[in-house]
Structures are given as structure tokens and as C-alpha cells.
């Protein structure tokens, strides 16, 4: 037999492709007009969020996006966030509000997400959007799922008809996950904690997305020969070498030998969150301005 190894679904590559298209439609605005506004808010010193909110300030700047961020002490109180959202909401050069999440367990991460005004929820987490998302009516669509969405389009894999299998159940990934999925015509199977033969439901996929938040989780024999893995896990480990590193929640590989194609971890679903929520700013702003570009 001869030896096989899948080919790579390369995100950043391709976020970098998004980020030119956004940078020209920018670019291509009316003379004395504005550009599109990002607010990211940022609660405590949680290190992986920083890296994050800096990766997306960098993007933004990239692009032609002002950064309207905010960084609170992790003591802060609910009342003095819920005034900042509603500042924003009613904020003109703000297209796109986030939280980056986790934030601090006194804070109710739920009742925040709900303030931010549908039309500006750029993480596609309100309930208006996740229920338009429900009705295959247009909005704003959470950016890790509309990010895989986009790198299937882009590398010509046809959900339909295919069967798909997402394990995790999460409101910010398997959830919408599934449902993209089911709108693009795929068979769906959401795998999780409590299913009871998960390696048997992964080798039944063609089309395998896993976020689940456990490293290294699916290994190769888990996985049909052929199948598209995309590998949604973001988990800090210490290599053999004593340094820390990113891995994700396939096994690389051993998957990357039965695959035929797979994300790889840095580099694969990251940079399309990031790339997405800079889409998901532009076409808020273009919707809000009334813009063709």
C-alpha cells in the first residue's frame, strides 16, 4: 500500500486571502466616510485571551478597522460593563461588539451577550441571531462555524448529501456548527461526552469537525479513510522538549495517515475566527451605511 498523507486545509493562507478582500472593499468606500468600527471588551488577565485580543487588534488595523477596545480589571462590576454595551450599542462609529470570553465567574456572561443590540453582535452569540441562524435567515452567523464554512467552500468540499458528524455540543461551535451544516444539506450527527460509541459515530463521517477541548482525543483509528477533519481544538500542552505549545483535539499524526484532508493546529481554524469576525464588522458597517462595496 502506498503511503499516504492527507493534504493540509491551510487557514491562514486563506484568512489571508479574506483579509485583502476586506482591505479593497474598505478601500473602496465613499470619499468621507467613515471606516468600520470593532469594539472588543476584555474582562482580567486571562493570558490566551490577550494573545487573542491582540491578534484581532493587529487584524483589524490590517484591514482599515478602528479598534474601539476596552480592558477591565477582573474585579469589575456587572452594572459598569452592562453601561459600556450600552454606550457601544448606541455608539455611531461601532459596527461590531464582542466580549472575549471567559470572563470571571462573578460576571454573567449570558445577561452581557444578550445587551449587545443583535446588528452589532459580530460574534453571532445573541439569541435574535442564533435564532436566525435556526431559520436559514440572513445574519450575523458566529464566526468559528461560518470560518470552517468558508474554508470548505473555498477548498470545493460539498457538505451535500455527505454525512457530517460534529462532537461538542457548545453554544459557540457545535451547536451552530451542526446547523451550518444541515443548512448546506449534510446529514448531521452531534457526537458528545455521553454518546455511547464515539469512535464508531467518527469513523462514520465523511466530513468530521471536532470541538471538544480535550487534546489529542481523536486519534487516526477514530477517523473513516478519506474523511475531511477539521480540528476546532485549541489546547496549551507541554511538548516532550519541556516547552508549552498549541495542539489541537485530533491527533495529528495519526490522523494526517487516514485523512484526506485536515486542519492543522496553529494554522488551520484560528486565523478563519479572526478573519470572519473582521467579515462579520465589514458587513455590519456596509448594512448599517446602506454601502455597496
Known sequence: ????????????????????????????????????????????????????????????????????????PADVSLAELQKAIAELNQDD?????????????????????????PDKDVDGLHP?????????????????????????????????????????????????????????????????????????TARSADILVVAIGRADMITGDMIKPGAVVIDVGMNRVTKPSGKSGLTGDVHFESAKEVAQLITPVPGGVGPMTVAMLLANTVDSYTQRLGLDI
Not at 96 to 115: E, K
Not at 143 to 162: F, H, S, W
Request: charged fraction near 20%; hydrophobic fraction near 40%.
Open 1 to 72: 500500500m502506498d503511503h499516504h498523507t492527507a493534504q493540509i486545509l491551510d487557514g491562514k493562507s486563506l484568512a489571508q486571502q479574506i483579509h485583502g478582500e476586506l482591505r479593497s472593499r474598505i478601500d473602496n468606500r465613499p470619499a468621507n466616510t467613515r471606516s468600520p468600527g470593532l469594539a472588543v471588551l476584555m474582562v482580567g488577565d486571562h493570558a490566551a485571551s490577550a494573545a487573542y485580543v491582540r491578534n484581532k487588534e493587529k487584524a483589524c488595523a490590517k484591514v482599515g478597522i478602528a479598534s474601539f477596545g476596552r480592558h477591565y
Open 128 to 200: 435574535t441571531n442564533m435564532g436566525r441562524l435556526m431559520r436559514g435567515e440572513p445574519g450575523l452567523r458566529s464566526c468559528t462555524p461560518a470560518g470552517v464554512m468558508r474554508m470548505l467552500q473555498e477548498y470545493n468540499i460539498d457538505p451535500k448529501g455527505k454525512q457530517a458528524v460534529v462532537i461538542g455540543r457548545s453554544i459557540l461551535v457545535g451547536k451552530p456548527m451542526a446547523l451550518m451544516l444541515l443548512e448546506a444539506n449534510a446529514t448531521v450527527t452531534i457526537a458528545h461526552s455521553k454518546t455511547t460509541d464515539l469512535a464508531a
Open 93 to 117: 462609529r461601532v459596527d461590531g461588539i464582542l466580549l472575549q470570553l471567559p470572563i470571571p465567574d462573578h460576571l454573567d456572561s449570558v445577561a452581557l451577550l444578550n445587551q449587545i443590540t
